[in-house]
Nanobody, 125 residues
């Protein structure tokens, strides 16, 4: 079983940047696709980004494309989400997740097996 812990959230002004981290423990995530999702109050969970096991393939949600970058360091068993040009509508709890059945991730949250507890990102306008 994989345990995931997100960190790096906080309060930032619109136009600013944050870098989220997701540290995995319990087993290596080197062979698995990893994803980031977010959920704002009163809204459904939204796909943000996913990265393949070997980092060769990334996929982004339309609302973050060009502003966010997902990366991973398998030696550290950690996945990152660099968020630039933040907007008020990016305010949400951000979750990382692991898909143990695929080398290349998808945008479907039902494909992900384990989830972190989330980290709050608040963007003030």
């Amino acid at each position: 079983q994989v345990q995931l812990v997100e960190s790096g959230g906080g309060l930032v002004q619109a136009g600013g940047s944050l870098r989220l981290s997701c540290a995995a423990s319990g087993r290596t995530i080197s062979w698995y696709a990893m994803g980031w999702f977010r959920q704002a109050p009163g809204k459904d969970r939204e796909f943000v980004a996913t990265i393949s096991a070997g980092s060769s393939t990334t996929l982004y949600g339309d609302t973050v494309k060009g502003r966010f970058t997902i990366s991973r360091d398998n030696a550290k068993n950690t996945v990152y989400l660099q968020m630039n040009s933040l907007k008020a509508e990016d305010t949400a709890v951000y979750y990382c997740a692991v898909d143990q059945d695929r080398l290349t991730g998808t945008s479907r949250d039902r494909n992900y097996d384990y989830w972190g507890q989330g980290t709050q990102v608040t963007v003030s306008s």
